[in-house]
Structure formats: C-alpha cells, structure tokens
C-alpha cells in the first residue's frame, strides 16, 4: 500500500469519526452529509480511486463555509472572557460552537487540498 493510500485511509476514518459525531448535533443534517462525503471521498482515495472534479468541488464548498464562520474567530478572540473552545453549547457564548464549526472546515479544506495534488501527481509504482 502506497504512503499515500495509507494516509488517506487514516483520514477517511478521521472524517468517518467526525461525521459519527455530528449526529448529536441540533443541526446535524449538513454537517453529517459534509463530513461524510469528505470520508467517501478519502475511501475511495485510499483505494485509489480518484475523482478530482469531486475532491475539488468538496475543497471550495469546505472553504467557502469555512470562511462563512470566520468572524466568529475573531468574535472568540475578542470576547473570550477566558472561556475555551472545549466548553459546552451557550447561549451566551455562541461564537464559540462557530469558532468549532470554522476549525472542522478548514481542517476539511486541508486535508482536500492535499489529496487534490495528490491526486495530480503521476502514480509511481
């Protein structure tokens, strides 16, 4: 199994555990389909498998809803009040479930943004 394959896998069941999470989400429909869709798109990259049209219209949906939370992280800066990340839904403090949301995109982004090149590349045997 290529280094890629392999770390592909590792991130299909990454996202496979982040869609697994979201379900206890209040709004959780669009969540579980995103993350999932980034796990399938992982599986079938750890299988070799690529369609780079589809890796690359997940990268920019991650990217663009990423960026659609990015205020929050500068709200979270400002507004903390030593509150962190880790702490519970609030109603007080709803920058932070935000700020979480951006991170999850993001990483999503990455992570689509390197199998994108990935995918690219020639495969060496």
């Not at 209040?26 to 980034?38: E, K, M, N, T």
């Not at 750890?46 to 990015?70: E, K, M, N, Q």
């Not at 519970?88 to 982004?109: D, K, N, T, V």
Request: glycine share 8%; aromatic share 18%; with cysteine.
């Amino acid at each position: 199994m290529r280094p890629t394959s392999v770390i592909s896998l590792i991130l299909a069941l990454l996202f496979a555990a982040f869609t697994y999470f979201q379900f206890n989400d209040p709004d959780a429909v669009p969540w579980v389909i995103l993350y999932g869709a980034v796990a399938v798109v992982f599986g079938f990259a750890a299988a070799d498998r690529h369609f780079l049209p589809v890796t690359a219209g997940l990268g920019v949906i991650c990217l663009a809803w990423s960026l659609y939370h990015l205020p929050a992280i500068f709200e979270y800066a400002s507004n903390s009040d030593g509150v962190g990340l880790s702490e519970g839904m609030s109603y007080a403090y709803p920058y932070i479930e935000r700020s979480r949301e951006f991170g999850g995109l993001f990483l999503a982004f990455l992570a689509l943004l390197w199998l994108f090149f990935q995918q690219r590349k020639p495969v060496e045997d």
